[in-house]
């Protein structure tokens, strides 16, 4: 695929980009599966950036310099850019946009430069084996990520493709699988896709032995759910129970109406102040893979155990910060979104929190006690907004017969930044 020089009219004026890096996907079978143009770019480049791996794989092509990836990997983003203007090939792993170089690589230099010459991906290759539609599947990258970001992905009957990071991580998602009562489930280890070495072997996760595994492969889940499996709904309000708390938690109802009220939306970056157990912070970051949140949290006991949370419900990104607002509030980045529901009622919190939003930012705030019921109000009065009140009522045995237990009521205000 020979590259253009693209016009950016972008601001009205006419100027032409001419792509000077190409990104070259190269699979398992090396120069084999190249096509003719990326062989004759890779010959004819003064400079080569790879892996090791891909630089033995095109080996018989490269006439010129070959440049090992550096560590850190900046180090070889900053040669890259050094050279703009000049040819450079850089060779990646299958598709170089899907979790590869590519997309490193374009945070620092524009697409009108690269040209891409893509592979299959592990995962392309992977349904292709399976003869499983790639749209209907989960797929996610643990190359160098947690294992817990599966955790989501976990629903009975699907189908789920991860890339692992090495000959290690079909035992570790196989335990994992077990641990969440997924046990059942059918596991496929497809290694060294497209290679001399390719296998495809089929197993249970309950009783997974495979031995020797190759450091490059793909695992391929048929989710199957035992009765007590750790199912995480896709609903908002999860149950209370799939968290691990001292009492200290937003009930389901209730965090259904503030998740509502907070509104998330793709990337935004919420703070959760006075977290208790993260549910708020859990369930935003679950919205959506692009989202972010700060726990804020004063006691070190509960925010360990925030931690611990965020790594069952697979969100292991979360920020937890051990301090007390407003101090900890010092220093983190911008919020799109807060939510207050404890400690809000003491000196400077809400007073900060409003200081820190931007122009749209919204700011929701529970109260259980008068207290903190006290200061809505009077910011409320103040500033507007919406202000509700929560009365939820469950129904428990009295005697022989129910009756309905009231809860604490909660008055909840949110606001909008003007």
Same mark, same amino acid.
């Given at each position: ?26 699979? /398992? ?10 062989? %004759? ?149 497809? /290694? ?212 309905? %237990? ?13």
């Amino acid at each position: 695929m020979r590259g253009l020089p693209v016009a950016d009219l972008s601001n009205g004026v006419s100027a032409i980009v001419a792509p000077w890096l190409t990104i070259v996907g190269i699979g /398992e079978d090396g120069v084999a599966g190249l096509g003719d143009e990326a062989k %004759r770019l890779i010959a004819a480049a003064p400079v080569i950036f790879g892996g090791v791996r891909h630089i033995e794989l095109a080996a018989s092509l490269i006439n010129g310099e070959s440049e090992v990836w550096q560590s850190p990997f900046e180090k070889s983003v900053e040669a890259i850019v050094s050279r703009r203007g000049s040819p450079v090939v850089v060779l990646a792993s299958g598709d170089p946009f899907l979790y590869g170089v590519g997309a490193t690589l374009a945070r620092r230099i524009d697409a009108g430069e690269m040209r891409t010459i893509p592979a299959p991906s592990a995962f392309s290759l992977a349904a292709s084996r399976l003869g499983w539609p790639l749209q209907e599947l989960a797929t996610v990258s643990l190359h160098g990520r947690p294992l817990d970001l599966i955790r989501p992905l976990l629903q009975p009957g699907a189908r789920v493709l991860a890339l692992t990071s090495d000959e290690t991580g079909p035992k570790a998602l196989a335990e994992l699988l077990c641990e969440s009562g997924f046990g059942q489930s059918r596991l496929t280890v497809l /290694e060294a896709l497209g290679g001399e070495g390719e296998r495809v072997s089929r197993h249970v996760a309950a009783s997974f032995a495979l031995e020797e595994v190759h450091s490059l492969n793909v695992c391929a889940i048929e989710v199957v759910a035992d009765a007590a499996a750790r199912v995480l709904p896709l609903a908002g309000g999860l149950d209370d129970a799939l968290f691990e708390h001292d009492g200290q938690i937003t009930k389901r109802e209730v965090r259904a109406l503030t998740l509502s009220a907070l509104a998330p939306r793709k990337g935004e970056l919420l703070w959760d102040v006075g977290s208790g157990s993260g549910s708020i912070a859990i369930e935003w970051l679950l919205a959506d893979p692009a989202m972010r949140a700060i726990a804020i949290e004063a006691s070190p006991e509960r925010a360990a155990r925030i931690g611990r949370n965020a790594g069952r419900f697979g969100v292991p990104g979360l920020t937890v910060v051990d301090g007390q607002a407003p101090d900890a509030l010092s220093g983190l980045g911008r919020p799109d979104a807060i939510f207050i529901g404890g400690g809000g009622s003491d000196a400077g919190v809400m007073e900060a929190a409003i200081a820190a939003l931007p122009c749209g930012g919204r700011l929701v705030a529970n109260a259980v006690t008068t207290e903190m019921e006290a200061v809505l109000l009077a910011h409320h009065a103040r500033l507007g907004g919406s202000l509700i009140r929560i009365d939820i009522a469950r129904a428990s045995p009295v005697g022989t017969m129910t009756g309905w %237990r009231p809860a604490m009521p909660v008055t909840q205000w949110s606001w909008v930044k003007a």
